[in-house]
Antibody, heavy 118, light 107 residues
């Protein structure tokens, strides 16, 4: 079965960076998009960017351009998201999610990683 | 970015009720709309894609309709496990965006 397992909660200082991992299993890792989204309590999810591991190049939402880097390690079936220059506004639950290549919706999600900036 | 506006923001309903949630896009998106259900402390769960296609494993009491700018999610007969927050998401153009959510509570 498809599973996305994320790394644990993080507490970071303002101005620092955070890097979260998402290990995929149960499907062909290289051919599906993996996206990162974040969610502040009481709000809808916000798409940050995504990557198709076989191509390696990521695309990013303009809101995060220059601050977010998404990479993939095919040997480890793992996607990483690094967010820099953290502020308190970046406190949120961060999710990775698999996207369907023919229809850009998110059919499997990780369990979420809480990032607290304080 | 395409903005999605859901209404209502919250509603109270009873088990067995028919519930309708709407999602309006700031520009036409054809049928490129999905619906998700989210329960507290959990990740969203895909219910419907392409406006009206039911995701595998999702009960048939859930249905979606609409195209262009106006979309609807209907729960035919509300069950206890359906009390949750529902989000729409546009899959028409980058960046993919979500509505603000509709919380379905027990009356």
């Amino acid at each position: 079965q498809v599973q996305l397992l994320q790394s644990g909660a993080e507490v970071k200082k303002p101005g620092s960076s955070v890097k979260i991992s998402c290990k995929a299993s149960g499907y062909t890792f290289t051919t599906y998009t993996v996206s990162w989204l974040r969610q502040v309590p009481g709000h809808g999810p916000e798409w940050m960017g995504g990557i198709i591991p076989i191509f390696g190049a990521a695309n990013y939402a303009q809101n995060f351009q220059g601050r977010v880097t998404i990479t993939a390690d095919e040997s480890a079936n793992t996607v990483y998201m690094e967010l820099s220059s953290l502020t308190s506004d970046d406190t949120a639950v961060y999710y990775c999610a698999r996207g369907r290549n023919n229809v850009p919706v998110f059919d499997y999600w990780g369990q979420g990683s809480l990032v607290t900036v304080s | 970015a395409i903005q999605l506006t859901q209404s209502p923001s919250s509603l109270s309903a009873s088990v067995g009720d028919r519930v309708t949630i709407t999602c309006r896009a700031s520009q036409g998106i054809h049928s490129a709309l999905a619906w998700y259900q989210q329960k507290p402390g959990k990740a969203p769960n895909l219910l419907i894609y392409d406006a009206s296609n039911l995701e595998s494993g999702v009960p048939s009491r859930f249905s979606g309709s609409g195209s262009g700018t106006d979309f609807t999610l209907t729960i035919g007969s509300l069950q206890p496990e359906d009390f949750a927050t529902y989000y729409c998401q546009q899959a028409h153009s980058f960046p993919w965006t979500f509505g603000q959510g509709t919380k379905v509570e027990i009356k």
